[in-house]
């Protein structure tokens, strides 16, 4: 069809690029913040308590807790605090026959009503009462489970995208001809050639990281995507594949009659840690907690490997056996171990997540300088006729909404959050309209108004949103920056800090896009060189 | 007044026969190709895996799904790179037919 | 340990680039260097690239050393593509110098 295998393919990365680039802008800006979502979390509930104890004080409040509020659980599920998250969240799961029945009105609960959650303070054991926030767990669910249709065709709809993005990155790679040579090319200031650079530069340097997270990122959601094999290889018990495939513990037995006191949790932590050398938990599960045979499985702090499977040691909670370990992995559960702990990033201490950071930002950037980029070498096309045919007006429209509106949106949550009444009802849920409503005013200017100038407001809206956010801190709550940096809070410090370099690059783009003034081509440099060195001769 | 049937306005069968030829038909059969035939394949090399591999069956079965993302991958690109869309087409359903037969003939959908 | 990783990064690529015919040009003008010269650099710019990776290796093992190692690659890449050689390219020969330097005495 086309001639040459690098045309087809150029062909073949521009349609994938651009056909799903505004929704995966969407996903990678979502998901970069997620590298962050605790710290976002922190500072969306700025109630919070900064302090954080020993595990061990930890746990045993935690205990506590759910011994008093969830004592007929059948499962309890505590995380206990770490430096990147100062509280406390305890989940438990009901039996049957306590599932509260959904009151009239009330919206449907998770889990048809069985689970129950609370966020305690570590130090005192007592519910923590912060405002009713999604905080950076809505940026996180976003990026695959998007917002407003079901989850299952939002999940599919991003495996669609993470797909065309896959071949896009394979076909960018095959059609740059001078990958090497023009490896730390960015000629500036030369329009379309620039943004070309631009692209290909944004694209290579974190060329590992692209082809890395895209992938995984179906890897995420394989099984759902293709569960086929599952159902030929397990004909008749799908859920022997979950066992054996992902390594788990052996299932528990049913909880055996009469009650017994377990003991001391910080005793249990305390063999964990010495059959570890040392290395400290980060979380427990009990199972039937105050049954005669209740278990308890304690995890493993992450940041020693990258895989997400974390080992885990059972004990009885009675006698404080061990029972047992998690198994060794088979060679595909451990790779495909490695390939989701490569795209959830936990085992990222502070400077590695700066650079996942950093390369999602740069993907973003990446997918941005690819949409725009498409609409500068389309227009010169159109100059011959005195208006803009439908599909580039299209993408300009969208181009804006996207680019310009994404960060608007973003920012827009936070304002939301410091804004919004503490006690409003279904307040999470109405900072997450926040975000929507202000991308949908965004997208609605690009439509109605497809130009530089809308660019340019846009951009600059986005760059006040965000540079006045540690101001709007300051007059809302009392972990502004005047407190933070005093006292050494780097998590919330460090995020107000961001905010105002996301609004200066932003600042930035828009002056540019400002002053942007319409290359001259050469044939009209020489009629003007021409035109001047006549009118210096007639002078003469 | 004669007019050769070339210069007369074309016919209803003439009409609906170039719908088949021009060349959007083409990208749309290709895109299709790669799409609807890249799953196909792909779901295909999964089952094939988690039949044929040796080894533990849950072992397999990831295998065939870590395998299967990049076929997909490889299909979409073939076809684009294919010289014909009959020629994507074919790249395409045959593998899958013929790894469809092998996972039959070890068991699958029996 | 990871700064002096990064910073000698930096220098690899640095030197990688100045391999080139077209970065050298940034650098002085219509004379390039010699054929000799621009092998040497490139051969010195390798042999960094490795000393990154052993020293990310040696730092963080051999499950997290290769991905601290990419990182740190797309971040010296980033500033020498989208910050030295497009506004300060008299920059990058100092900085190349000087950062390890830094790094070292930051290491120790």
């Known amino acids: 069809m086309k001639n040459g295998f690098r045309q087809s393919m150029a062909w073949l990365h521009t349609w994938t690029g651009l056909l799903v680039g505004w929704l995966l802008l969407l996903i990678f800006m979502a998901g970069t913040a997620s590298y962050y979502r605790e710290e976002i979390s922190r500072w969306m509930r700025p109630e919070l308590p900064a302090t954080t104890v020993s595990t061990d004080v930890a746990a045993a409040r935690a205990v506590q807790y759910l011994q008093a509020h969830a004592g007929q659980a059948e499962t309890w599920f505590v995380t206990l605090p770490d430096p990147r998250n100062p509280a406390m969240r305890l989940f438990w799961r009901n039996p049957e026959s306590l599932a509260k029945p959904p009151v009239d009105g009330e919206r449907r609960r998770r889990g048809g009503g069985r689970f129950g959650d609370a966020t305690v303070d570590p130090n005192t054991g007592d519910k923590l009462e912060a405002r009713d926030t999604r905080g950076g767990e809505f940026f996180y669910r976003l990026h695959f489970d998007l917002h407003y249709i079901p989850v299952v065709w939002a999940r599919y709809l991003v495996g669609f995208c993470a797909m065309f993005m896959l071949v896009a990155i394979i076909t960018g790679v095959i059609t740059h001809k001078k990958i090497f040579k023009d490896f730390f090319t960015f000629r500036k200031d030369k329009g379309l050639r620039s943004w070309l650079d631009f692209h290909n530069v944004s694209a290579v340097m974190a060329l590992p990281y692209h082809a890395m997270i895209t992938y995984t990122g179906i890897v995420t959601l394989m099984v759902m995507y293709l569960p086929w094999g599952i159902k030929v290889a397990y004909p008749t018990d799908e859920n022997a594949f979950f066992s054996e495939a992902f390594g788990g513990m052996p299932e528990v037995s049913a909880p055996a009659e009469g009650r017994s006191s377990p003991l001391p949790i910080t005793r249990l932590l305390e063999s964990a840690r010495a059959h570890w050398q040392g290395v400290d938990v980060s979380g427990f599960t009990v199972t039937h907690p105050g049954a005669a045979n209740a278990v308890i499985d304690i995890r493993q702090r992450d940041g020693r490997r990258l895989s997400t499977d974390t080992p885990a040691l059972r004990y009885d909670m009675v006698s404080g056996q061990l029972l047992s370990e998690t198994p060794a992995s088979g060679a595909a559960t451990a790779t495909r171990g490695v390939l989701y702990g490569l795209h959830l990033a936990r085992f990222a201490d502070w400077g590695l997540r700066a650079f996942f950071f950093v390369s999602g930002l740069i993907g973003c950037l990446m997918v941005a300088s690819g949409v725009v980029l498409w609409a500068v070498k389309e227009r010169p096309k159109h100059a011959k006729r005195s208006r803009i045919g439908f599909g580039l007006r299209l993408v300009d429209a969208l181009n804006i909404g996207a680019v310009a509106g994404l960060p608007i949106a973003f920012a827009a949550y936070f304002w939301g959050n410091r804004l919004l009444p503490v006690r409003l009802p279904e307040r999470a849920d109405a900072e997450v309209s926040v975000f929507f409503y202000a991308w949908a005013a965004a997208l609605l200017a690009g439509f109605i108004w497809p130009r530089r100038s809308m660019w340019t407001g846009l951009l600059y809206l986005g760059a006040v949103l965000f540079a006045l956010l540690p101001l709007l801190n300051a007059l809302t709550t009392q972990a502004h920056l005047g407190v933070t940096m005093v006292s050494g809070d780097w998590v919330l410090a460090g995020f107000d800090l961001v905010m105002l370099a996301f609004g200066a690059m932003l600042a930035l783009c828009g002056w540019r896009m400002q002053r942007w003034t319409p290359p001259i081509s050469a044939a009209e440099k020489k009629k003007r060189a021409a035109l001047q060195a006549g009118t210096a001769g007639a002078g003469a | ?110 | 340990m990871m700064l002096l990783s990064l910073c000698v990064s930096f220098t690899a690529f640095a030197a990688l680039s100045l391999a080139m015919e077209k970065h050298q040009q940034d650098l002085h003008g219509r004379r390039a260097a010699l054929l000799l010269r621009r092998r040497s650099w490139s051969v010195l710019g390798w042999l960094l690239l490795a000393v990154a990776f052993g020293l990310c290796i040696g730092e963080h093992g051999w499950a997290m050393g290769p991905v601290v190692w990419l990182g740190t690659l797309t971040l010296s890449g980033i500033a020498l593509a989208f910050g030295l050689y497009p506004w300060k390219p008299h920059w990058v020969v100092p900085l190349a110098v000087l950062l390890p330097v830094i790094g070292l005495i930051a290491a120790i």
Do not use: E, K, N
């Not at chain 2, 007369?8 to 190709?33: D, E, I, K, N, W």
């Not at chain 2, 090399?45 to 080894?55: E, I, N």
């Not at chain 2, 993302?69 to 009959?86: E, G, M, S």
């Open chain 2, 1 to 110: 007044m004669d007019r050769s049937s070339s210069s007369a306005r074309p016919t209803t069968a003439q009409r609906l026969a170039s719908c088949f030829t021009g060349p959007g038909v083409g990208v749309l059969s290709r895109s299709l190709a790669a799409m609807l035939g890249g799953y196909a394949l792909a779901s295909v090399t999964s089952v094939f895996c988690a039949v044929a591999l040796p080894g533990a069956r849950g072992q397999a079965v990831l295998t065939g799904m870590l395998v299967a993302i990049i076929v997909c991958a490889c299909a979409a690109l073939w076809a684009f790179a294919a010289r014909t869309a009959l020629h994507a087409w074919a790249g395409i359903l045959l593998p899958a037919l013929l790894m469809a037969a092998v996972a039959r003939a070890l068991g699958a959908w029996a």
